[in-house]
């Protein structure tokens, strides 16, 4: 009997002192979001655990802590790739990761829909679309483009970022 009440005082003692958990071991962000210190939000069922009292500290070097957010040095966010965090829990230290990623194409502010050129021009696609992705923007046509000789023809031009994420626009080329 003794040896029952022993147990069952082990188990509530040990359930009432339940350490906290992540919610995984690896978290996804989307690039340009905010990536925050606050503990709560790693740990399972935080509401459960006084998460304002432990503290997450960033352990990949170029990675430093402005106010509650983590970001690369020198920007305002973290640039692509995967960072190791931990989380100092007063008992322990929770290690997981977070994989910033880019799955957005860039934006379009404004194009031209149509422009017109000289014979011969090569054209700088950058002087009649206006975009922008925090990874930087490139130009391709997906078609030929004959600009030696006078005439109009649709093309389809091609807007992305280092990542392959792309966005295209039809615009109408006039060859004078």
């Known amino acids: 009997m003794r040896k029952w009440i022993g147990l069952v005082l082990g188990l509530v003692l040990l359930t009432g002192c339940s350490r906290p958990v992540l919610q995984r071991q690896t978290f996804t962000v989307e690039l340009g979001q905010d990536v925050y210190a606050n503990a709560a939000l790693y740990i399972k069922d935080a509401e459960n655990y006084e998460t304002d009292q432990m503290e997450v500290e960033a352990l990949s070097p170029g990675v430093v802590k402005k106010e509650n957010r983590f970001i690369s040095k020198n920007l305002d966010y973290l640039v692509v790739g995967e960072y190791d965090f931990t989380i100092h829990t007063g008992q322990e230290d929770l290690d997981f990761k977070i994989a910033i990623k880019d799955t957005q194409p860039p934006t379009i502010d404004s194009y031209q829909q149509e ?4 014979r011969g021009e090569v054209i700088d696609w950058s002087r009649y679309f206006e975009a922008s992705d925090l990874n930087g923007v490139s130009f391709s046509v997906e078609s030929d483009l004959d600009t030696s000789q006078a005439g109009e023809k649709e093309v389809t031009v091609r807007i992305q970022d280092r ?4 966005v295209e ?4 080329v006039i060859v004078q």
């Open 163 to 166: 990542f392959g994420n792309a």
């Open 169 to 172: 626009r039809s615009v109408k």
């Open 115 to 118: 422009i017109t050129i000289s």
